[in-house]
């Protein structure tokens, strides 16, 4: 196959109903479709040759990634979070858990 491959894809926003697992899988195939999943393993993972500007904008792309793909009442849990790292911990801790209790329960 020659020549550039471009594809869009859409993650429903999670709002706290939903298995959280599945959305995170899918957020996380988003993120790296994007080149922006290594934020998420925070700042020891940023390349050598990075610029701190060039991590700083990284970050804020998969930030507001995230952001952009939950909806506002979880967004309300999670607005004071302004790394990558921090942001996908809490909405593990506040969400993970429900989900996989969720799971056993079925």
Do not use: H
């Not at 894809?9 to 959305?23: A, H, P």
């Not at 993120?31 to 500007?53: D, H, I």
């Not at 004071?80 to 996908?88: G, I, K, R």
């Amino acid at each position: 196959m020659t020549g550039s491959f471009a594809a869009q894809f859409k993650v429903e926003r999670f709002d706290g109903k939903g298995s959280f697992t599945l959305w995170q899988r899918r957020l996380k195939d988003i993120l790296v479709q994007q080149g922006s999943m290594r934020a998420l393993k925070g700042k020891n993972s940023k390349p050598e040759k990075m610029t701190k500007e060039g991590w700083e904008d990284l970050e804020l792309e998969c930030i507001s990634t995230i952001r952009l793909c939950i909806a506002d009442n979880i967004i309300n849990n999670v607005i004071d979070e302004d790394s990558a790292p921090a942001l996908w911990k809490k909405l593990e801790k506040l969400y993970l858990e429900k989900s996989l209790t969720m799971k056993l329960n079925l």
